[in-house]
C-alpha cells in the first residue's frame, strides 16, 4: 500500500487549500485514513480521520469547524478541505491508513504514510 498526498502550498491567513491523498494497492474502503501534521520542531499531531465506510469523522479540537475530511473510494482518495487557515497550521501534512478505528489519534498505531504536503499560511 502506498499514500501520496498532495496540496499544499502557501496561503495568506484566512485562505483555503485542499490536501489530496491517492492510495495505491488496496482500496480506501479497507481503512480508516487520517491526516496527521508536524510542524517545525515540534511533535506530529493528529488533525482529522475518517472510518472506512465514511461515515464516522473525528476531527482534532484545533481545526473543528475549520477543517473537513472526505474520501472518494471510486478514485481511491481522501481529501481534507482546510478553511479560514491561520499561521498555526504551517505545518507538514501526512495523510496515513490503518484498520482500525480505535484510538484514531494515536499516530504510532497507523501502518501505511505519505511522504507530506507543506503548507505554509503568511500572516
Known amino acids: 500500500v502506498q499514500l501520496q498526498a498532495s496540496g499544499g502550498g502557501l496561503v495568506q491567513a484566512g485562505g483555503s487549500l485542499r490536501l489530496s491523498c491517492i492510495v495505491s494497492g488496496r482500496t480506501t474502503r479497507s481503512y480508516v485514513m487520517a491526516w496527521f501534521r508536524q510542524a517545525p520542531g515540534k511533535e506530529r499531531e493528529f488533525v482529522a480521520a475518517i472510518s472506512g465506510s465514511g461515515i464516522s469523522a473525528y476531527y482534532a479540537d484545533s481545526v473543528k469547524g475549520r477543517f473537513t475530511m472526505s474520501r472518494a473510494d471510486a478514485e481511491n482518495t481522501v481529501y481534507l478541505q482546510m478553511n479560514s487557515l491561520q499561521p498555526e497550521d504551517t505545518a507538514v501534512y501526512y495523510c496515513?491508513?490503518?484498520?482500525?478505528?480505535?484510538?484514531?489519534?494515536?499516530?504510532?498505531?497507523?501502518?501505511?504514510w505519505g511522504q507530506g504536503t507543506l503548507v505554509t499560511v503568511s500572516s
Open positions: 496515513a491508513a490503518r484498520s482500525s478505528w480505535s484510538r484514531v489519534g494515536s499516530a504510532g498505531l497507523y501502518d501505511y
